[in-house]
């Protein structure tokens, strides 16, 4: 995963693709309130992304591999130390 992830167009598709998807298959079937939405809700900012988000910052070598439990430190706010690293890879 870190060699498809390192290419920026390839990360946006990984990381947001999923949350798309469930998106428009919600709100297509049109049952707003549903558990699947709330599981989702929970599932994609706090497992799915930062283990997305540690793959690219791994790849572009802005951490270390140890740095894997700080993905989920202040809630997920440890990213945002990296967000032009990870949106832009600068």
Do not use: C, Q
């Not at 798309?20 to 929970?42: D, H, K």
């Not at 793959?55 to 894997?68: C, G, N, P, T, V």
């Not at 032009?84 to 890879?89: I, N, T, V, W, Y």
């Amino acid at each position: 995963m870190k060699n498809y992830v390192k290419n920026v167009w390839m990360y946006h598709l990984i990381a947001d693709g999923p949350a798309l998807i469930f998106i428009w298959f919600w709100v297509e079937a049109g049952t707003p309130g549903s558990i699947s939405f709330i599981l989702f809700a929970f599932i994609y900012p706090f497992l799915y992304r930062p283990v997305v988000d540690y793959y690219r910052l791994l790849a572009l070598e802005a951490i270390e591999k140890k740095d894997f439990p700080k993905m989920w430190k202040w809630a997920g706010f440890y990213r945002f130390k990296w967000y032009s690293k990870l949106m832009f890879g600068v």
